[in-house]
């Protein structure tokens, strides 16, 4: 991809320095990779794809090697030649604000997409930085504006990504849009769930790739918040944590709670099976 090895003296020096471009790690890939056979098809194009498109897609899409944790993948600014997706690992993207600090725009995983942005002017908006050893797809242009037989799949399937992005934008939105910073939380961590859960992991038992200092930039909150939240969801019993990874104990009450309800008591069942009345309080957090 041009000009993405060239470092710009106005991004601010942090741990991922080096940018690894992935025209270099589309080169170095390994002839084993191959769409067909891709753990991740059924999330990128749909379980319904069949073994000859596959194979006509391997032509089209670019497959990139592993990339190692913390490198840049793209800077803001750098030009725009295709949609970028995660074949494995995980993503984060963000922009350097005015006073320097970043802020998270989107954390992304297996069978999502990112980099849309550069779609309106060339140039892409926000810088990506790999969070783990991540394997990257690159959807070039001229999968979307060939009028090739096998690209309408393609076209179809990436609407269908592209209304998947826009729904987490929304959420995020609606994260950020909370009062308190333990419900902005919550709404997180069940985001993640639901993510985990359509790769067929575990989603109650998430091991996660960002540190609490990138939950808070994503969230808008401080660092103290973030902890003194995790510290309030614990007291309450709705997760516990050990370090990065985190359990949800009770999903009913985290649901309550992200959608704005506290819950200090749980809804239990009775004998016959019917829900029972609980009541709804609980300590603000700043």
């Known amino acids: 991809m041009p000009?993405?090895?060239?470092?710009k003296a106005n991004v601010a020096a942090s741990s991922a320095t080096n940018t690894v471009t992935i025209d270099n790690a589309r080169r170095r890939v390994t002839k084993s990779v191959h769409c067909r056979f891709c753990c991740t098809q059924c999330l990128c194009f749909g379980a319904d794809t069949d073994g000859v498109v596959a194979a006509k897609l391997d032509k089209l899409i670019d497959h990139c090697s592993p990339l190692p944790k913390e490198r840049f993948i793209v800077r803001e600014g750098d030009p725009f030649d295709g949609v970028l997706l995660v074949r494995s690992g995980s993503v984060k993207t963000c922009q350097t604000l005015a006073n320097g600090e970043e802020h998270i725009t989107g954390f992304h995983f297996p069978g999502e997409i990112f980099g849309v942005d550069g779609l309106a002017?060339?140039?892409?908006?926000?810088?990506?930085?790999?969070?783990?050893?991540?394997?990257?797809?690159?959807?070039p242009l001229r999968c979307l504006t060939s009028h090739q037989p096998e690209t309408p799949s393609i076209e179809m399937r990436f609407l269908v990504l592209l209304s998947e992005l826009l729904k987490?934008?929304?959420?995020?939105?609606?994260?950020?849009?909370?009062?308190?910073?333990?419900?902005?939380?919550?709404a997180f961590i069940l985001d993640l769930s639901h993510r985990f859960e359509r790769r067929h992991l575990s989603a109650l038992c998430l091991s996660l790739p960002m540190s609490r200092t990138d939950m808070s930039r994503y969230l808008g909150l401080s660092l103290e918040s973030v902890s003194r939240s995790f510290a309030l969801l614990e007291k309450d019993q709705l997760v516990k944590c050990n370090g990065r990874k985190i359990e949800i104990i009770d999903k009913l009450a985290l649901t309550a709670l992200a959608g704005g309800v506290q819950?200090?008591?749980?809804?239990?069942?009775?004998?016959?099976g019917k829900p029972q009345q609980f009541s709804i309080e609980s300590p603000s957090i700043a």
């Open 168 to 186: 987490r934008k929304d959420d995020h939105s609606s994260m950020l849009a909370k009062n308190r910073a333990h419900e902005k939380l919550a």
């Open 121 to 139: 002017n060339s140039l892409h908006a926000n810088s990506a930085i790999t969070m783990e050893t991540t394997s990257l797809c690159r959807l």
């Open 3 to 7: 000009g993405l090895s060239e470092c």
């Open 263 to 272: 819950v200090s008591q749980r809804k239990t069942l009775s004998n016959s």
